[in-house]
């Protein structure tokens, strides 16, 4: 597009015609002058030109000097486009509101997607998957973590980093199983430093990039060694996601909670 044809776009959509925007964009330009002259200059049929002339000024766009010939006068382009301007971006406002509204309502009546996994070898596998499918933020926070999970997860996490996605872990340490004791800290802190000490939740939970998310849940201690009863809940929802990340986030930014101040 040159210059010329770009300001006759912008004034079609503040709600000229083709013909219009010309000749609002000539007068502009050249200042007051004649209609045929206009006509002219701003290349529109002479047998269009009244009728272009009389829609400008119903519109308030240029005021006409009576005489014979009258006398074709713009008003001030920071008047006629600013009181346009400011209208249109009310407009675009209003429909932005209505369209979140519609989304968010059909959001709401959209079921997520949900699923049970049931025993460490198959949260094993839906934990690396998702890792896997990371691109922008993985946030791991909680406790639960198993001898033979340690270091497939600090694998995932390493390579998640080498694509410049987002880290942030916050687990208590150590994390005792029935087995041994976990240095979690000392494991992920080999990959990241964006690591936090935090009290012991009840649930690990991992979410990625603001769109699902997996919490696993404790066993009771006599059972924990049974790892096949373990159960975690796989929930593929950006509202949900998100409202988990917020309230994550939250606590990350603050020291006091996660016993990191100075």
Same mark, same amino acid.
């Given at each position: 597009?040159?210059?010329?044809?770009?300001?006759?776009?912008?004034?079609?959509?503040?709600?000229?015609?083709?013909?219009?925007?010309?000749?609002?964009?000539?007068?502009?330009?050249?200042?007051?002058?004649?209609? /045929?002259?206009?006509?002219?200059?701003?290349?529109?049929?002479?047998?269009?030109?009244?009728?272009?002339?009389? +829609?400008?000024?119903?519109?308030?766009?240029?005021?006409?000097?009576?005489? &014979? =010939?009258?006398?074709?006068?713009?008003?001030?382009?920071?008047?006629?486009?600013?009181?346009?301007?400011?209208?249109?971006?009310?407009?675009?406002?209003?429909?932005?509101?209505? /369209?979140?509204?519609?989304?968010?309502? &059909?959001?709401?009546?959209?079921?997520?997607?949900?699923?049970?996994? +049931?025993?460490?070898?198959?949260?094993?596998?839906?934990?690396?998957?998702?890792?896997?499918?990371?691109?922008?933020?993985?946030?791991?926070?909680?406790?639960?973590?198993?001898?033979?999970?340690?270091?497939?997860?600090?694998?995932?996490?390493?390579?998640?980093?080498? &694509?410049?996605?987002?880290? +942030?872990?916050?687990?208590?340490?150590?994390?005792?199983?029935?087995?041994?004791?976990?240095?979690?800290?000392?494991?992920?802190? &080999?990959?990241?430093?964006?690591?936090?000490?935090?009290?012991?939740?009840?649930?690990?939970?991992?979410?990625?990039?603001?769109?699902?998310?997996?919490?696993? /849940?404790?066993?009771?201690?006599?059972?924990?060694?049974?790892?096949?009863?373990?159960?975690?809940?796989?929930?593929?929802?950006?509202?949900?996601?998100?409202?988990?990340?917020?309230? /994550?986030?939250?606590?990350?930014?603050? =020291?006091?909670?996660?016993?990191?101040?100075?």
């Amino acid at each position: 597009m040159t210059t010329d044809q770009k300001t006759i776009a912008l004034l079609q959509t503040l709600g000229l015609s083709a013909y219009e925007a010309k000749a609002y964009a000539a007068l502009a330009r050249i200042g007051s002058t004649t209609p /045929f002259a206009l006509a002219e200059e701003a290349g529109i049929p002479r047998t269009k030109i009244y009728d272009t002339i009389k +829609r400008l000024e119903r519109e308030h766009w240029i005021t006409v000097e009576k005489g &014979r =010939p009258g006398k074709i006068i713009p008003v001030c382009p920071g008047d006629a486009i600013g009181s346009r301007k400011s209208a249109l971006l009310a407009e675009i406002d209003q429909m932005a509101n209505e /369209f979140t509204m519609t989304y968010e309502k &059909r959001t709401e009546v959209t079921p997520p997607k949900t699923s049970i996994v +049931r025993g460490i070898g198959n949260i094993a596998i839906k934990t690396a998957d998702m890792m896997r499918r990371a691109r922008t933020s993985l946030y791991l926070f909680g406790t639960l973590y198993y001898p033979e999970e340690l270091e497939p997860i600090r694998q995932q996490l390493d390579a998640a980093k080498r &694509r410049g996605v987002i880290l +942030r872990i916050s687990s208590n340490n150590p994390v005792r199983t029935k087995e041994k004791i976990l240095d979690v800290r000392e494991s992920f802190s &080999r990959v990241t430093k964006d690591f936090q000490i935090a009290p012991e939740p009840f649930i690990r939970t991992l979410t990625i990039d603001g769109r699902e998310m997996l919490m696993m /849940f404790p066993l009771p201690e006599d059972e924990s060694a049974d790892r096949s009863n373990l159960i975690a809940l796989w929930i593929e929802n950006d509202m949900v996601t998100k409202a988990i990340n917020n309230a /994550f986030n939250i606590t990350w930014a603050n =020291p006091e909670w996660t016993g990191n101040s100075a």
